[in-house]
């Protein structure tokens, strides 16, 4: 689950550049980027309490397989309508909106199930493994992410976002 998830995170931290880099090159206005944010806080601010109570009442792998499905999902629509042109800022804030709802119910259930996989002795390093998880993806992302815009396309990080979910998706099933 750890590695799965450690690929998950680092095609999640690639599209977070790929979505600042493609609606800067769409509207040359860095308010652009403003509501890039705008459009990734207001479903936590909204929806997160919700998120939360679905973790804690329903099977927490459940909520995050679909989590994950969903924001792979979401991912193949940016890649989808930037291979085809129709990509527009306002598709992109609604992608990442979207996106950012999921979240919002795979992030509780994620940090919550660590604790019903591994022992009471084990839990500290299990939350260690996963903090360091998290922290490897923030640089490894942005790293992969300008390289593959460089030499590839911007789409191409849509799409390795979404492929990296199955690693998530197949560790969750397993």
Same mark, same amino acid.
């Given at each position: 689950?750890? #590695?799965?998830?450690?690929? $998950?995170? *680092? @095609?999640?931290?690639? &599209? ?5 880099? %493609?609606?800067?090159?769409?509207? @040359? $206005?860095?308010?652009?980027? @403003? ?14 309490? *919700? ?5 804690? +009442?329903?099977? +927490? ?6 989590? %994950? ?10 890649? #989808? ?21 999921? @979240?919002? #119910?795979?992030?509780?259930?994620? &940090?919550? =199930? ?7 002795? %084990? ?20 790293? *992969?992410?300008?390289? *593959?815009?460089? $030499? ?6 849509? =799409?390795?976002?979404? #492929? ?11």
């Amino acid at each position: 689950l750890w #590695f799965g998830l450690l690929i $998950s995170r *680092i @095609g999640s931290e690639m &599209q977070v550049v790929a979505v600042a880099w %493609q609606t800067y090159v769409l509207t @040359g $206005s860095p308010l652009s980027l @403003g509501l890039i944010g705008l459009s990734r806080f207001l479903p936590v601010l909204l929806f997160s309490l *919700i998120g939360g109570i679905v973790a804690d +009442r329903y099977d +927490r792998r459940k909520v995050m397989l679909y989590s %994950q499905m969903v924001m792979a999902f979401f991912s193949i629509i940016l890649a #989808f309508t930037t291979f085809s042109g129709t990509v527009t800022p306002s598709m992109i804030y609604l992608m990442i909106a979207a996106n950012s709802l999921a @979240g919002v #119910f795979d992030t509780p259930a994620r &940090q919550s =199930i660590v604790p019903l996989l591994v022992s009471k002795e %084990q839990f500290v390093n299990a939350v260690s493994l996963m903090t360091t998880m998290w922290h490897t993806a923030i640089v490894l992302g942005p790293t *992969i992410s300008g390289f *593959i815009i460089a $030499s590839l396309d911007v789409a191409s990080v849509y =799409i390795f976002n979404a #492929f990296s979910f199955l690693a998530s998706i197949i560790a969750i099933i397993l």
